[in-house]
């Protein structure tokens, strides 16, 4: 049994988050110790409930009080005898870097970064490429890390792409009457309507003023659609939330779209959609919500860039549209809404299964060649 430890700022929500969890359930499975340090969040109670032990730090915070925290983990990692870390965040792998590199090298544990995002390049960033190995969601983020760090050797980046689980986004999948009861009393204004949805935490990137301008579009053709935003709001950035808000408003569309708030259903939320949308500004290393709408057979249209282009690319091409061109995407929505309803096709790659073999079968190898050298020195 080994003992590893994954780092991130916290677990309230997002795909780092959940594939954080998907790691450990998967640790715990093989008999592993499953540890994640985080300043804590609301998916703390699954991730514990499922095996694994949180450790509570504020290891996210861009301040330099956060480097205090660098003894901490050396003690932890002292303590707990860590065999493995993986740092999935800039400010964790810059903390446990330290406190990893303090070590005597004969005893350190195996240390991991994934590169989640396609940061700005420099110095700040590049601890993400400092792991041992250097794991890589996409081939949007491979190409990256060559372009954006050439002086990294790819000999130790390992695309490790993420996947879906086709048992709990099923294709076909069909929500309960009694969800469809209670989503109708909650929001009465979406009944007999045909749904677009935009999944995702409501932050500037993610293209809401997009599609605020999509559903102006649409609602001038005639169209009957309502447009769902799903995603939890950082208190910390509740002026953006009250500028889409107001521009929902000033469009006259406060019939039309609803903000449903953080949703732990998303899966019956998506299934009854007409189509899912994906229309970040910035490219994505890979595009979690295009993959579970499109498992469960929900059309999607998105900007063609980054991992989401990588996975439309790949999955469903007739809903890739270029950046920005609103024109397009409004004529990618009307044929979608106003022809035969299309269910994608099933797909076998991206795979959650896959992806956690792959990663866990990872660590087992670098903790198993380090005990080797241990024994050798």
């Given amino acids: 049994m080994a003992t590893i430890l994954q780092l991130l700022p916290d677990l309230d929500s997002g795909g780092?988050?959940?594939?954080?969890?998907?790691?450990?359930?998967?640790?715990?499975?093989?008999?592993?110790?499953?540890?994640?340090?985080?300043?804590?969040?609301?998916?703390?109670?699954?991730?514990?409930?499922?095996?694994?032990?949180?450790?509570?730090s504020p290891i996210g915070k861009k301040s330099p009080l956060t480097v205090w925290q660098v003894g901490k983990l050396r003690r932890l990692l002292r303590e707990e005898n860590v065999d493995l870390i993986h740092a999935r965040s800039r400010v964790p792998a810059w903390l446990s870097w330290l406190a990893w590199r303090s070590l005597p090298m004969a005893t350190r544990p195996r240390f991991v970064t994934t590169v989640?995002?396609?940061?700005?390049?420099?110095?700040?960033?590049?601890?993400m490429?400092?792991?041992?190995?250097?794991?890589?969601?996409?081939?949007?983020?491979?190409?990256y890390i060559r372009n954006s760090y050439p002086d990294v050797s790819m000999s130790k980046v390992k695309r490790i792409v993420r996947g879906v689980d086709p048992a709990e986004f099923p294709h076909d999948f069909q929500p309960t009457t009694e969800f469809r009861s209670s989503f109708a009393e909650q929001f009465p204004q979406t009944v007999g309507r045909k749904l677009l949805t935009l999944p995702g935490r409501i932050t500037r990137l993610k293209g809401h003023a997009d599609f605020v301008e999509l559903m102006r579009r649409l609602k001038e053709r005639g169209v009957d659609v309502h447009g769902l935003i799903v995603g939890g709001e950082d208190p910390r950035k509740a002026q953006y939330g009250a500028e889409i808000r107001e521009l929902i408003r000033t469009q006259g569309l406060e019939n039309d779209i609803t903000l449903t708030g953080h949703r732990s259903d998303i899966r019956e939320v998506l299934s009854l959609s007409h189509a899912s949308l994906s229309l970040s500004s910035k490219p994505e290393s890979f595009g979690r919500t295009v993959l579970e709408s499109l498992s469960l057979g929900v059309p999607v249209i998105g900007y063609a860039h980054g991992g989401v282009g990588e996975v439309l690319g790949d999955l469903f091409p007739p809903g890739a549209v270029p950046l920005g061109d609103l024109n397009r995407l409004t004529e990618a929505a009307e044929e979608l809404l106003n022809g035969p309803r299309i269910t994608v096709p099933e797909f076998s790659s991206y795979?959650?299964?896959?992806?956690?073999?792959?990663?866990?079968?990872?660590?087992?190898?670098?903790i198993v060649d380090r005990c080797i050298q241990c024994r050798a020195a």
């Fill in 16 to 56: 780092v988050e959940r594939g954080t969890l998907e790691i450990a359930r998967e640790l715990v499975r093989r008999g592993h110790r499953s540890l994640v340090m985080s300043n804590g969040g609301r998916l703390v109670a699954q991730l514990e409930r499922e095996g694994s032990t949180h450790i509570q």
């Fill in 116 to 127: 989640h995002g396609l940061y700005s390049p420099g110095g700040y960033s590049r601890i």
């Fill in 129 to 143: 490429t400092r792991g041992e190995v250097v794991v890589a969601v996409s081939r949007t983020i491979e190409a």
């Fill in 351 to 366: 795979r959650l299964a896959t992806m956690q073999d792959e990663e866990v079968s990872l660590y087992e190898e670098l």
